[in-house]
Every structure is written in C-alpha cells, then in structure tokens.
C-alpha cells in the first residue's frame, strides 16, 4: 500500500504539467478573439487610397478626413501594429493583461488614479463632431487591421472606439511633464514634510533617474526658423527636429496624409496619433521641443487624527474622494484581479504613503482630451491668425512652439503657467489645508512669452529659456512673468550654439542652415561643460600616470564630438559616469572627477589605451547595422547612449527630422529618419535610411498626388495590400 503512494507521488508532477497545459489551452480557447470584418470596413476601405513611397512613407488619400484617419490607423498598424496595440492598452489602464510587471501594473494604477476614463466618458461628447468623426475613422482602421490579422491581436482590447484614441492623449499628456515622476517619488520616500522638496533624499533622485528613464518621455528638441528677409535666397525656413527615443511608444513615424476636406499634412506622428503632431501643410508648418515650466504642486493633507478620509481645508473638515478600483493582472494561467484605492481632494488626485496623504494638482485637469481637438485644428489652419486661434484653444499644457510660413517666424512658450500666491516655494510639498495655495487661473494664451518676426530674422529653442528666444530686440522679458512658474531662466549648449551660428554677420544660406543643424561642438560656457570639464581642467589632481594622461588628453580637446575625435570619448564616458551614477562600476561616481577615474578605468581596460575615436566607442545599431555615429548629450547633433558591452549605443537624440522651405512659388521639405519608417524587422525599410542619416543627408518629401503615384512601390485600399515591404 505504501509502494503505491509512492508511485502516486512520483507521477503527480506529470500529471501536473499536464493539467496546466490543458488549462491553458482551454483559457486561450476561450478568450476573446480578434474583431470580425464589417461591412462599413469595407466600404470605408474602399474609399481611401494608401501609395507607399520608396522609403516605405505612407502617403494616404481619402474624400474626407475621417477616410483618411482610417487609413493612416490601418497603415501604421502595418507598420507597427505591436506597439500601437502596447499604447492603446496603456491608455486605458489595461497594459497589465499584456505585460507582467511593475511598470504595467503602476500605469494602470496611474490612469485609474487621474481618471482616465471618466474624463473620457464626461468629455468625449464636449469634442467637435468632425474631431469624434477622426478619431471614429481612426479607430475602425485600427479594428480592420486586427480583424484581418487576428495572429497579432490580444482580443481582450477590441474592438475599440474613437474613446480609446482620446483616451490616449488624457493618459500621455501628463506624462510628458512627468507627472509619474512625482507619484513614484512620493510613495517611495521615507517621510515628507511641509517645506520639504519634492526630491529631496537620495533615494527619491534615484527614483527621479529611474522614471525619468520611462519610454513615453521625450529628452529634448531642437527648433529653428529663419525668416526669407535674413536668407541668401529669399526663402523662409524651418526646422523640425525633436529628440525623442529611437524605439518604442513615442518614436517618430513619417506620413504624408491628404483629404478632400483640405487636410493636407505631412510630418510625424506617435503610435496611436490620429493627427500629425508637427509637420507641414501647404501654408505653413511648426516645430516643437519639450519646456519645463512648474506645472504640478504637492500639498501635503491634514488628516483628522482619528476619523478616517477627513482632510482639514480652511478650518473645515472636508472629505476625501475614495473608489476601490481593480486593475486585471494577467498572470498567465489566470488573471488576478488586484484591488487599490485610489482617492481624490479638491486639490486633484491624492496618493495614500505610509508618512501621510499626499494631494496632486497638475497643469492640463480636465483638459487634456481637448489637445487632440486642438492639433487637428493646427493639422488645418491655413495662416498664422488660423494657427494662433487653435491654440488659443490653451489644451496643451506645454511644449514650445516655432511656427513658419512665407512672411512669419513666431515663437511661443506655450505652457498653461498656473497663476500662484506669490511668496511660496511651490517645488516644495505645500501644506494641504490652505485653499489660497490652490491655484484655479492660468496665464491667458496671449500673454506667454513669445516672439514674432524680430529683427534679427530668426527664432529658435532647444528645450531652453524662453527668454533667449532669438538675438538682440524682440526677447520676452523676465520680469514679466511671475517666477512661481518655474519658467527656466537659463541657456543650455544647443540654445547658445544656435544663437552663436544665426548671429553671424550676414544672411544665411541654406548650406549654413543645414550646417548649424548638425553642429557637433560644446560652447565652454556651457553648462554640460562647466559641470563635467572644468573641474577636470582646473583643480583636478591625478594620482597615477594614466589619469595624468587622461588630464592632458581633455586638456587639448576641440570641444567637437566628430566620430573620429580622439578626445570625446574620455569627455562623453565621464560625463554618463557622472549622470548615471553606477554605469561603469557599481561605486557611484558622485563627482565629475569620480567619473574621469571611473572612464579611464573603462577605456584602459576595454580599448587598451584613452585616446579612443568617439567612434569606436559610440555607435548606431539597427538589425545589421553597426556604424559610428557623431554626436552627443546637449549637441544639436544629439545623441544619448545606453552602455552595451563595452559600447555606447544609441537610443534617443537626432531622429525624424524634416526642413520646411517656404519659397514664392509654394512648400518644399526634406526628411530623414534615423533608422527607417517601419518598426518590423522583416521589412526592407526597418533599416534602410541609417546610412544616410549617417551621412547627414536627406530625401525629398513628396505631396503631389500624381507625384508620388509615378513613384510609389505600392497604391492599394485598405485590405489589399501587396507584398510591398519584402
């Protein structure tokens, strides 16, 4: 009887194993599949036209908009249905049936806690028809390509609605000025006081490093316009390069998309995008680059002592908001649903630590669905009176803007700046019981700082101040805004580079335009410089021989990050040993002197010697591509690595770039991507542009419909697609 236990027991793994695969398929079986072809996605397909180009560009034609963003949801979808498919998810708190993670789990805790939904569900209605028609029309070209590829599809997710679209710029937003950032800082720390900053401790900078490392955040822009009165040749000019993660949720895609209704753009767009965020159109065009004013206040709530979710307010108690939500977590043999709550105040969303609630008021609440509303209206204005009323609109809580067309260059440091009680520090958590702390106005529209055709001819930022906007006359004024707005009062490398080269006596031809735009040298005032080089060259004392000739290696560098400078790869590995402590080694490098001897160490034990071309350190990879690429962190030819092996490779900087020429006789521009405009590694055009962005050269955009069909590798309607990309 004992022997036959025993060889129970020894067969109960296999038995084991055996349920679970069986229960496993059963579960697959029984989720939900990919949604069915209808017969309105056929008639919708059928009246929208996509030419692809030689790049792999989409160019797509429809009667009316909403064809068109049906269109451009099902070409994207070829192009990266995976990561759209990722977005989507994360837009309506459902990442965490697709991903098991921390990251996933702490998203979806994060757009049950702003309400993602609810704003969606009290706002949508409040959009323009013909906004809620494009983002309709979005939605069904996204569900047609799922229904036709069912192999890709998570069916828990569809079909989904122009609501899922708009539920993505509501949950995005926020996350550009890094609202996350806070919430994780917050639940994390130790104990936070009234007074205290908001990342005070070592621990929350490191949070505040980790979350800043998020994929949805972008690190920086450049924008240039040059107005045809300072050109060699009588054309006005614009620059469009934004410095955003080479991979991922908000990676640059390229599209050129033309309806019958006048919506005729091209430029770039995010996965999940609906519209061309900036680009183009036949009259005029825009840059953006991301600004930092203050946009979110931390107050610290006043609990009542032994009364649960009362929060003292002006003397009053009041009570706390509170919804237990549960978030699916897919843990793979069965979802398990984890339950949390999540509370609100008058001030905003309120976070439960072990050291006490925490209430968040951030710029942009209840807003932010408009900003969909708002871009389609810039994707449309055909002046600068048309483009200025969309963003009067005021639904973007940030972003500078550099607008263009053939007689304008305009600036502005579009931001929703809450107007403050003076005399606060309002980066410090501020005491919750005080209602005179709780901002309620923004600046207006027109009283940001900007700057229109000043004198010098011509405009720029590169994710600095506002108040060096161009040279000499025209510059908005320090004092004219009030300084608990947090408006960045200084220059970074980019800004002074660009305000250098656009200074030059004389006008500027397109050569020097081109030429400032891939600019690899720091100015030493710099700031980058100033905190990684000159405590080096000044006070640095070397205590070895191979420090001594690091020292002198530094001391004779150009300044210029060229691939082939024997100089910057010392500087670039100091500079990331500093910034990122722990890179090379796991002793932090607290200092920029730390982070020479941890480079040195680095580049002697991997190179065998320090003076190492910056190539051969720093490279472009993209399937088999393994290049040297030029450029570095605050360059105008930005790049930002990631250390892998023994190499700095790429990951954010330089990408999508485009020039805008407005001549007498209409718009003509110029692209390029840094590695390819589809994100499938089967297809041709995943890498097929890195070599010349490389080389720093560009092909031409086309609009013109007859144009592009004479050129196109592929014309056919949604659902019939060749093999075009093989």
Aim: with cysteine.
């Amino acid at each position: 009887m004992f022997r036959g236990h025993r060889k129970w027991w020894l067969g109960f793994p296999l038995v084991l194993v055996v349920a679970v695969l069986v229960w496993w398929g059963i579960r697959s079986a029984l989720k939900p599949g990919a949604p069915q072809v209808t017969a309105e996605m056929t008639l919708l397909a059928k009246r929208v036209t996509i030419l692809r180009d030689a790049w792999g560009v989409p160019h797509i034609f429809g009667k009316t908009d909403a064809d068109v963003a049906f269109g451009l949801a099902y070409a994207h979808a070829e192009d990266d249905f995976p990561i759209i498919q990722l977005v989507l998810a994360a837009s309506i708190g459902r990442l965490s049936l697709l991903r098991l993670s921390t990251r996933a789990i702490g998203n979806d805790f994060y757009v049950r806690l702003i309400r993602v939904q609810e704003q969606v569900e009290a706002l949508y209605p409040k959009l323009s028809a013909k906004t809620r028609a494009l983002l309709e029309g979005y939605a069904k070209g996204f569900n047609y390509y799922a229904a036709r590829h069912p192999k890709e599809v998570d069916g828990r997710l569809f079909p989904i609605s122009g609501k899922t679209i708009a539920a993505g710029f509501v949950h995005k937003v926020p996350l550009m000025f890094n609202l996350p950032k806070v919430m994780v800082a917050l639940r994390n720390a130790k104990s936070k006081k009234v007074g205290q900053p908001v990342f005070a401790s070592a621990a929350d900078k490191a949070l505040l490093q980790l979350a800043q490392a998020s994929p949805f955040v972008g690190s920086g822009s450049n924008a240039h316009g040059v107005h045809r009165s300072r050109s060699t040749d009588d054309v006005t000019r614009l620059n469009i390069n934004s410095h955003q993660p080479w991979e991922g949720p908000v990676a640059w895609y390229e599209v050129h998309v033309h309806s019958e209704e006048g919506w005729h753009m091209s430029g770039g767009l995010f996965p999940g995008a609906p519209v061309i965020l900036h680009g183009h159109n036949d009259n005029i065009g825009w840059a953006m680059t991301v600004n930092n004013p203050d946009l979110v206040d931390v107050y610290k709530l006043d609990m009542h002592p032994f009364k649960p979710l009362l929060y003292k307010l002006d003397g009053a108690w009041k009570k706390l908001a509170h919804k237990r939500v549960t978030i699916p977590i897919d843990v793979r043999l069965f979802n398990f649903p984890l339950g949390m709550d999540v509370f609100h105040s008058v001030h905003g969303p309120v976070l439960k630590t072990k050291h006490g609630y925490y209430a968040i008021r951030y710029a942009g609440m209840g807003k932010a669905i408009f900003t969909v509303e708002q871009w389609y209206r810039l994707n449309k204005a055909h002046d600068l009176d048309s483009w200025k009323a969309a963003m009067r609109m005021h639904a973007m809580p940030m972003f500078n803007f550099v607008f263009a067309n053939r007689d304008n260059i305009f600036y502005v440091y579009n931001a929703r700046l809450p107007v403050r009680k003076a005399g606060f520090d309002y980066t410090t958590v501020l005491p919750g019981n005080r209602s005179d702390l709780i901002w309620k106005k923004v600046v207006p529209w027109d009283k940001l700082p900007m700057v229109h055709n000043p004198p010098s001819g011509f405009v720029q930022n590169c994710n600095a101040s506002p108040f060096f906007a161009t040279q000499g006359q025209g510059n908005p004024k320090p004092a004219s805004f009030q300084k608990e707005a947090g408006i960045e009062p200084n220059n970074n490398n980019r800004s002074a580079r660009s305000l250098k080269l656009l200074s030059k006596p004389g006008k500027i031809s397109l050569k020097s335009f081109l030429s400032m735009k891939f600019d690899l040298k720091y100015e030493r005032s710099s700031p980058i410089i100033r905190e990684n080089l000159l405590p080096l060259l000044q006070s640095f004392q070397p205590s070895n021989k191979l420090e001594k000739e690091g020292l002198a290696l530094l001391k004779q560098w150009n300044l210029s990050m060229e691939k082939d400078n024997r100089e910057a790869s010392l500087f670039v590995l100091t500079y990331f040993a500093h910034k990122r402590q722990g890179l090379f080694e796991k002793k932090k490098a607290a200092s920029a002197q730390e982070g020479f001897k941890q480079a040195v160490r680095f580049l002697k034990k991997h190179y065998s010697k320090l003076d190492v071309p910056l190539g051969h350190v720093q490279r472009l990879r993209r399937g088999s591509v393994d290049l040297p690429i030029s450029g570095g962190p605050d360059i105008l030819r930005a790049v930002h690595s990631r250390l892998v092996g023994n190499h700095l490779v790429g990951r954010q900087g330089d990408s999508y770039i485009m020039i805008v020429e407005f001549t007498k006789d209409g718009v003509r521009s110029r692209s390029r991507h840094q590695y390819g405009n589809v994100n499938r590694k089967s297809s041709k055009f995943y890498k097929d542009q890195a070599v010349s962005f490389l080389k720093k050269t560009f092909k031409p955009v086309a609009r013109d419909r007859q144009n592009v069909k004479g050129k196109a590798i592929a014309s056919y309607h949604p659902g019939k697609e060749p093999a075009w990309q093989k």
